[in-house]
């Protein structure tokens, strides 16, 4: 199986940034893709190439502790709150992406982390910071379960 990684928000707004804080915190594997979406979403239709697993790492306002980790399939993915405005919300940009037939992973989780500050700023909290290698591990865990890669 092969998996692709996809980070969301921006590095711009402090804790916003933690969705790339945890890509480059990952070790490149066999059969996995990186790819930073920034705000976008809807970059995915670039950078998508099939792949049956994918994964999103986004910063949220979930209600959670700040730098808390939860993981969620698609299907069980609250309506959360982006810790700052993309242009849709990820899992309707998923649903409109599956109809055009641009996107159609067999297997989609988002890995979140709860925000504390999302100010202008590049430097995260110190809690969202603490919290990168438990979301490292989250994604390798996946990854592992899925059977992706070196995994």
């Not at 199986?1 to 590095?11: F, N, P, T, V, W």
């Not at 949220?60 to 700040?66: A, D, E, V, Y």
């Amino acid at each position: 199986m092969r998996a692709l990684i996809a980070a969301l928000g921006s590095s711009f707004m402090r804790d916003d940034g933690v969705g790339r804080a945890v890509l480059e915190a990952l070790p490149s594997l066999n059969q996995v893709t990186k790819a930073d979406l920034e705000t976008d979403v809807f970059r995915l239709m670039n950078v998508y190439k099939g792949e049956e697993l994918l994964i999103f790492i986004d910063a949220c306002r979930c209600g959670f502790s700040p730098g808390a980790v939860a993981v969620f399939e698609e299907s069980h993915v609250p309506r959360y709150r982006s810790a700052t405005a993309h242009a849709l919300d990820p899992v309707e940009a998923i649903n409109l992406m599956r109809l055009s037939g641009s996107v159609r992973p067999q297997k989609t989780y988002f890995v979140l982390i709860e925000a504390k500050d999302v100010e202008a700023g590049t430097e995260l909290s110190a809690e969202v910071s603490d919290a990168i290698p438990l979301a490292v591990h989250e994604v390798l865990r996946l990854l592992g379960e899925c059977h992706v890669g070196d995994h």
